[in-house]
């Protein structure tokens, strides 16, 4: 699991061809797009001031990580003096044997988690297995894929590919082996699955000793930690143990305890398309008496600072995880999530997960075709991340290669020509034409809104954005690039990159 | 090398493209935004208070200072509630003499304690009519996180207009950062399972909020 690739996991286009002949997958995906994003439109359209907040939110995310040094140094500070301890982990090998050491520490052997991608990313369940930790989702969705052994396939609702009769069936079978089993005759109603789950998940959370989570947002100037939840299963962890370990990216620092005001309007709105979610916890170190007595910031990189040293490609950075993008993209809703073989699905996935691990294995070359470059998933970002612009970008680097930075080093990537990426590029293609009406829609919307939107800041922010006034590229329709690309360059051969395979 | 210095050294080596007369924080940030979204008298930011809560399915209650007593112990009455966990500090004429049986939230009282009780009782440090949010930041009249997440019934009197603000922008101007704080918009809420909204997974099922005037 290092690196988070997921074990034997097929490239983008063959695993997308299976979920796309899985009817009800594609059902319940479509369901579920359609519905949140419906809702999304109407929440963010009660706010007048939607495209401020955008802007306000995409600058405070690009001044932060243009100073990204200072605002961990400044937020390392402000945690220690509230009582914390921050640690630091380069990849995802020293974050699990950091977290490891904390739990191992307290002599306790179970730890209660709140849904975390950060966490999911670094396999760190596998990790504390491997040292005799038993880790319990306590997530209803999360519960549902650990206790169905099964992965995760959408940011917000992670067990969406499944129905509430599967969800029964995996609570007669598998609850006893956690904990609490499920109560006799239980039905296939939500109400009772969610009460049964809450009296698995009961148990656990009141004899919890250590909770840990990640976190939506760091703020440097005071030392607080945020999490956006709607179950209260958070509040649970963050609550009642004694110990709080909290795995978090150096991506997730905003400066100031004022920046929250703007991405505490946004996040609800693009997530769950509500006015705002159920619970959100603050907490900054340790309160006497109140919630744990020692807390624990592990701040992680695992290819955060490679894909900064993009200065396309750096963008993807600023995203707050709502999952907007996933709901409007016809790749996503046809392909689900699954397909994009880490646990960021979706447009961002398909520019992160490449950023994150590199373009050596053969599923991160492939993600940066996962699209149709329609760009929905830009019009939605509620801090405009040009996704089609990164995809672009990803898509010239697998094929022509070039400078890139790997584990902190700068390595130059040979071209790919001839290789799996361009067969998965005809395939990823062939599954974004088998239905030509949406994609020729989506080709509109964007060219349409693009010009919408300025390509660069004005001003002294157009330094920093300077390297984003690219040719149209994104514009242009994936036929016309492909037959570009394919038609253009003359390398030859089976030349993989020099990166690490399947890092 | 300790992470520390690999981390930040790999921070600093990748904006090496980024020129170092960056604009400093206040400039760099629009903050263009609105502050509140359309205007309100005081009455009416209540009302809208009131009519995001139920939206969320919160259930609303309105009273005088003089009547919170009277409504609290027909509020528990109807829930048959025997006992409610209080903060330590609760202004003195809200609960009634007579009336649940009450149980103080103390440092040595376990989760399952607090499991065993039928309701809990708090006031609140801000309330968002916008989002339909009431904030708690563990004053005295409103305790440690914990006591308003295990039990299953939680009443949340507001101080109206007084401790309701328009806006997240306004809220968050009036909070300590240092204190812990826990936003509530509604009851526990999932849409886990076929998306169907499900009330209460882990914290109160119940949650009623009295806005209570003439304070
Ligand atoms: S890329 Fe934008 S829309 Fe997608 S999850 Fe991140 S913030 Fe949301």
Redesign the interface.
């Known amino acids: 699991m290092s690196g988070g690739t997921f074990v034997g996991m097929p490239a983008f286009p063959a695993a997308a061809r299976e979920a796309v002949g899985n009817t009800t997958l594609r059902a319940?995906l479509r369901?579920?797009t359609h519905?949140?994003r419906d809702k999304r439109a109407r929440a963010v359209a009660?706010?007048?001031?939607w495209d401020?907040?955008r802007?306000?939110g995409k600058?405070?995310k690009?001044?932060t990580l243009?100073?990204?040094?200072r605002y961990?140094?400044q937020l390392e500070e402000s945690v220690e003096r509230?009582g914390g301890t921050v640690?630091?982990?380069?990849d995802a090998e020293?974050a699990n044997r950091?977290v490891a050491g904390l739990v191992r520490a307290t002599g306790e052997t179970e730890v209660v988690k709140v849904k975390s991608m950060a966490t999911q990313e670094i396999g760190l369940n596998e990790a504390l297995e491997a040292e005799g930790i038993r880790a319990y989702e306590?997530?209803?969705?999360e519960l549902?894929v650990q206790l169905g052994h099964d992965r995760p396939s959408h940011i917000l609702?992670?067990?969406?590919h499944r129905?509430?009769g599967e969800?029964r069936d995996i609570f007669r079978e598998e609850m006893a082996g956690w904990g609490r089993p499920a109560p006799d005759g239980l039905t296939d109603t939500?109400?009772e699955?969610?009460e049964a789950?809450?009296l698995h998940?009961?148990e656990k959370?009141?004899r919890a000793k250590v909770g840990i989570s990640g976190a939506n947002f760091m703020?440097a100037e005071?030392g607080?930690l945020v999490v956006v939840e709607?179950?209260?299963?958070g509040?649970?962890c963050?609550?009642?143990p004694e110990t709080l370990i909290s795995v978090v990216g150096?991506e997730k620092v905003v400066?100031?305890?004022?920046?929250?005001?703007?991405f505490?309007?946004t996040l609800?709105r693009s997530s769950?398309a509500?006015?705002?979610?159920?619970?959100?916890?603050?907490?900054?170190g340790t309160?006497d008496?109140?919630?744990p007595s020692t807390f624990h910031l592990v701040?992680l990189?695992n290819g955060r600072?490679?894909t900064?040293?993009d200065?396309v490609g750096?963008q993807a950075l600023r995203c707050i995880r709502c999952s907007a993008c996933l709901n409007v993209c016809p790749v996503y809703e046809r392909a689900g999530g699954h397909a994009y073989g880490s646990v960021y699905p979706g447009p961002i996935g398909a520019i992160l997960s490449p950023q994150l691990r590199g373009t050596g294995s053969e599923i991160d070359a492939s993600l940066p075709y996962a699209s149709s470059l329609c760009g929905a998933c830009y019009e939605v970002c509620p801090v405009a991340i040009d996704i089609p612009e990164v995809l672009v970008h990803l898509r010239e680097r697998v094929v022509q290669g070039g400078e890139a930075?790997r584990g902190?080093n700068r390595v130059t990537l040979k071209p790919a020509k001839g290789h799996a990426a361009e067969r998965a590029a005809m395939r990823a293609a062939g599954l974004a034409f088998a239905r030509p009406g949406a994609l020729r829609a989506g080709q509109r919307l964007a060219s349409r809104t693009r010009r919408l939107h300025p390509r660069a800041l004005p001003g002294?922010?157009r330094?920093?954005s300077a390297?984003r006034d690219l040719p149209e590229v994104p514009v242009e329709p994936f036929r016309d690039w492909w037959q570009r690309t394919r038609g253009g360059g003359g390398g030859s051969g089976d030349d993989r990159t020099t990166e690490g395979n399947g890092r | 090398m300790s992470g520390r210095d690999r981390v930040l050294g790999r921070v600093r080596r990748a904006l090496a493209d980024v020129p170092a007369d960056g604009l400093a924080y206040e400039q760099a940030v629009d903050r263009g935004y609105a502050r509140e979204h359309g205007e309100r008298t005081a009455e009416e930011t209540v009302d809208l208070l009131a009519e995001n809560l139920a939206d969320y399915r919160a259930i609303v209650h309105r009273c005088t200072e003089d009547e919170v007593a009277g409504l609290l112990m027909r509020l528990y009455a109807e829930r048959g509630s025997r006992t409610v966990l209080v903060p330590p500090e609760l202004p003195p004429h809200w609960p009634a003499a007579v009336g649940p049986v009450r149980i103080h939230d103390r440092a040595v009282s376990t989760p399952h304690e607090l499991d065993r009780v039928d309701s809990v009782l708090t006031g609140c440090a801000v309330a968002i009519a916008e989002t339909g949010t009431i904030v708690l930041d563990g004053s005295p009249d409103q305790g440690r996180r914990r006591i308003t997440l295990v039990p299953d019934h939680h009443v949340c009197v507001v101080r109206v207009p007084g401790q309701v603000v328009a806006s997240v922008p306004q809220a968050l101007e009036r909070l300590d950062p240092a204190r812990p704080l826990t936003w509530i918009s509604g009851p526990s809420a999932t849409s886990d399972i076929e998306l169907d909204r499900v009330e209460g997974v882990h914290g109160p099922r119940t949650l009623e909020v009295v806005l209570m005037s003439g304070a």
């Open positions: 319940n369901h579920a519905t949140i009660e706010l007048s001031d401020r907040l802007e306000a600058r405070i690009d001044h243009r100073h990204l040094d961990l140094v509230a640690h630091w982990a380069a020293e950091i306590t997530d209803l969705a549902i609702v992670p067990a969406i129905n509430r969800i939500p109400a699955l969610a789950a809450r998940l009961r959370f009141l703020v005071t607080t709607s179950e209260g299963n509040r649970m963050l609550t009642l150096i400066p100031a305890w004022r920046d929250l005001e703007v505490l309007q609800p769950t509500e006015r705002m979610n159920p619970y959100t916890s603050m907490w900054t309160t008496e109140d919630g701040l990189d600072t490679d900064l040293a200065e750096r930075t902190g002294p922010g330094a920093w390297t």
